[in-house]
């Protein structure tokens, strides 16, 4: 016979045995945002790229949902990684376009943030990667102190970032506010407008680069490991890093997070800078994809996503972690530097069946990969449904349970049934920002005119600007190739009327 303490304990035995399942199944998961820079929607084997093989993320394509009709809002990095953060669309806000690397913070402190959206809800928050959205409140700083407002002061409770592209100066590592490894007796200065310092230049001294610049690019100003960049800077030489070295740096600071708060749902912000310019491989990589160096950091990206994916299942995280793998705008061969990207091409595609590229109001300009990945969760499947970078906020608050004010995210909306596969219906009307706008509804797609040029032949690519109205229609021409307007003129009118209202609201 029971007595009276064993019965309570076999009660309390059982209770635990039935709600652990039901506990496990309702923990939060984790969740991994891994962005690119400059991915073009060809450039994956999952995506139909045959001379560039990336294993890594066809295993994440193959056991998540792929989207054919993922979107970031702009055909560049600011603006989209704006809209990530904030779900409000970048041409809304002044000041957005892309940033030199002394801009002051363009994301606002008192709104909430994707990141803030996981804070809210008791994630533990970081970024681990390229920032490009301004830090601190003027561009006049002092890059020698604690600078501010920048990711922690808008939702990251950690920050292991470099301050704008690869590209730009200053060429440090910052976390949680701080240039890494600097040497007080060596500060740092950082000039947009005139040269400061004596360091040489890459217009006055093209004989000492190991990648030349493109002619008629910009990135001529302060040679830093031998490659031109964007600005002038000078001091900090032992805080400066080593090209080669980033994306093995950003790769281990985005596992140490991991491991460090895997007790704990954790939300991490993991911002590559592949392939974006200057594209320079660590040793390893260099000439292993036979396409030059952007072939070869998309495979060190490849590479590195992989190690994130060991690293989950290492600690047991795989299964409870969600992982989104998208890009922050199209791709562009000749970003500014001779790396080959053109010569060694050898019929890659970047842009797979689109049209234009980064910068581009056509569909390459915004159109990118986009895999989601949630092993406990999710089942395999190809999703045509529409989403966009803009609706990350809504799409988590709503998983999260987190209420939005009528001011937060007013172009977010919630797509989580979409991203996780209940759902094949995403968004019915989408914007594109690339300066000019274009609407996309029910797969018609409107180009604002515009005058700007219809192509920079210093990228090569087709920006889709055009004084007359277009019209595409994309499920039938994917590749915008028939301009259909003058066809379709009501159709022009509704579209145009949709975006003046969208443009007011
Ligand atoms: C452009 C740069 C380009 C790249 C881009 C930003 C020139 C001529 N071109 O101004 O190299 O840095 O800005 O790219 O300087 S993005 O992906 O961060 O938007
Ligand atoms: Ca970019």
């Not at 402190?109 to 803030?116: V, Y």
């Not at 592949?274 to 990589?285: D, G, L, N």
């Not at 709503?398 to 937060?408: E, K, N």
């Not at 991203?419 to 996309?440: D, E, F, P, Y």
Request: hydrophobic share 35%; proline share 7%; charged share 20%.
């Amino acid at each position: 016979m029971l007595g009276k303490k064993s019965t309570s304990l076999f009660c309390l035995l059982l209770a635990i045995l039935c709600i652990a399942p039901y506990t496990y199944a309702q923990q939060k998961p984790n969740v991994i945002l891994i962005y690119v820079d400059d991915l073009g929607y060809g450039d994956l084997g999952s995506y139909g790229a045959t001379k560039i093989s990336t294993p890594n993320l066809d295993k994440l394509a193959g056991q998540g949902i792929r989207f054919t009709r993922g979107y970031a809002t702009s055909a560049t990095c600011t603006p989209s990684r704006y809209a990530l953060m904030t779900g409000e669309y970048p041409w809304r806000k002044q000041g957005t376009g892309v940033l030199p690397g002394d801009a002051a913070l363009v994301v606002p402190t008192d709104k909430l943030t994707l990141p803030g959206v996981f804070k809210k809800a008791g994630y533990a928050t970081a970024i681990v990667g390229k920032w490009h959205l301004g830090l601190g409140d003027a561009v006049e700083k002092n890059w020698n102190e604690y600078i501010k407002p920048g990711p922690n002061e808008v939702g990251f409770d950690y920050s292991f970032i470099f301050p704008a592209t690869a590209d730009r100066v200053p060429t440090v590592f910052m976390e949680n506010g701080r240039v890494v490894g600097l040497d007080p007796a060596d500060p740092i200065q950082v000039n947009y407008r005139e040269k400061i310092g004596s360091e040489p230049t890459g217009r006055e001294n093209p004989e000492l680069l190991k990648m030349k610049a493109s002619p008629n690019h910009g990135h001529d100003k302060t040679i830093i490991n031998g490659i031109g960049r964007i600005g002038y800077m000078s001091g900090g030489t032992k805080a400066r890093w080593t090209d080669e070295e980033v994306p093995l740096t950003f790769l281990q600071k985005a596992k140490d997070f991991i491991v460090e708060n895997k007790k704990q749902p954790f939300f991490l912000f993991y911002s590559l800078t592949e392939p974006h310019v200057p594209r320079m491989p660590s040793t390893y990589f260099k000439g292993k994809s036979g396409l030059g160096y952007r072939g070869d950091v998309i495979l060190q990206m490849d590479w590195a996503v992989g190690e994130i994916m060991k690293e989950l299942e290492l600690q047991g995280l795989a299964k409870n972690t969600l992982l989104i793998f998208t890009s922050d705008n199209g791709p562009v061969l000749d970003d500014g530097y001779e790396d080959e990207a053109v010569t060694k091409r050898n019929g890659h595609m970047p842009t797979g069946p689109l049209r234009g590229g980064k910068y581009s109001a056509f569909e390459a300009g915004t159109r990118v990969p986009w895999i989601v990945s949630w092993p406990g969760k999710i089942k395999p499947a190809v999703s045509e449904a529409m989403v966009s970078q803009v609706d990350l906020v809504a799409s988590f608050a709503s998983l999260l349970r987190q209420p939005l004010a009528p001011a937060d995210a007013p172009d977010s909306q919630d797509m989580w049934k979409a991203l996780t596969g209940k759902s094949r219906q995403g968004r019915s009307v989408l914007v594109q920002h690339a300066g000019t706008l274009a609407i996309v509804k029910d797969n018609w797609k409107y180009i604002e005119p515009s005058n700007g040029r219809a192509y920079n032949p210093l990228t090569d690519i087709e920006l889709g600007n055009a004084s007359e109205p277009q019209l595409y229609n994309l499920s039938e021409d994917i590749g915008e190739k028939r301009n259909l307007a003058a066809q379709h003129p009501e159709k022009v009118r509704e579209l145009a009327q949709l975006l003046q209202e969208i443009k007011q609201a």
